[in-house]
């Protein structure tokens, strides 16, 4: 299966400052999803790229897919409290195997009040 | 709450035991996806069925097998466990197994600790 690495691995910041999470692959994505996982619970789904140079934003996380589909970012403004968790970002399979997911090893993000 | 639900939350056993993971999908789901969280391994898919059906298989384990029953919950058995199989079991459930990205609602987890 097609591999995704994320980087950072850790990312502190202080709150109200930027953060922003990167996903690559040495080969062509078919699509990008992204999960947020807080301490202690289980990934949920924040959101799906699949066109080449798409833009998503949900109020201060914007999503962008790389125009070669060969990476994918998160960014948020202005982090608070309540960001804290590991962003995951992975890449559903498609044809017979469709919907398996790969999971990048996630960003661990700390916000410090 | 993602309307997976997953039993039991917490699992302890000693090596060479065999113990069973039970997973509910969302209503009308069809697709059930296990996947194990280490440390070391981070998220790793094990295995998906699609309306009782294996679909396809990850890294899982000879020792680990699974099935999907006609009510569509789904159960995950781990045998002969060893140390290194202490990690956080995972059950996603999506509506469709071909066609479609779909996003996955996973469940709470289960942890096992194996001593």
């Known amino acids: 299966g097609q591999q995704v690495m994320q980087i950072p691995q850790y990312q502190h910041v202080q709150e109200g400052e930027d953060f922003t999470t990167y996903c690559n692959s040495s080969?062509?994505?078919?699509?990008i999803q992204w999960y947020k996982q807080r301490p202690g619970g289980h990934p949920v789904f924040l959101i799906q790229?699949?066109?080449?140079?798409e833009v998503k934003k949900q109020k201060r996380l914007t999503f962008q897919f790389g125009e070669a589909k060969k990476n994918s970012s998160l960014h948020i403004t202005a982090t608070q409290t309540t960001d804290v968790g590991t962003y995951f970002c992975?890449?559903?399979?498609?044809?017979?195997?469709?919907?398996?997911?790969?999971f990048g090893r996630g960003t661990q993000l700390t916000v410090w009040p | 709450d993602s309307g997976v639900t997953q039993t039991p939350k917490h699992l302890i056993t000693a090596t060479g035991q065999r113990v069973t993971l039970r997973c509910s999908p969302r209503?009308?789901?069809?697709?059930v996806y296990w996947y194990q969280q280490s440390l070391d391994q981070g998220l790793q898919f094990l295995i998906h069925?699609?309306?009782?059906?294996?679909?396809a298989k990850g890294n899982i384990l000879e020792r680990f097998s699974a099935q999907q029953f006609p009510d569509l919950h789904s159960e995950l058995n781990l045998s002969s466990l060893e140390l290194g199989d202490s990690a956080l079991y995972f059950c996603?459930?999506?509506?469709?197994?071909?066609?479609?990205?779909?996003?996955?609602?996973f469940g709470p987890g289960t942890r096992l600790t194996v001593l």
């Open positions: 996603a459930s999506s509506v469709a197994g071909r066609g479609a990205y779909n996003e996955q609602f």
């Open positions: 080969t062509t994505l078919s699509n």
């Open positions: 790229l699949v066109k080449s140079g």
């Open positions: 992975a890449q559903a399979d498609r044809g017979s195997t469709l919907g398996r997911l790969y």
């Open positions: 209503s009308g789901d069809l697709s």
């Open positions: 069925y699609y309306n009782g059906e294996e679909r």
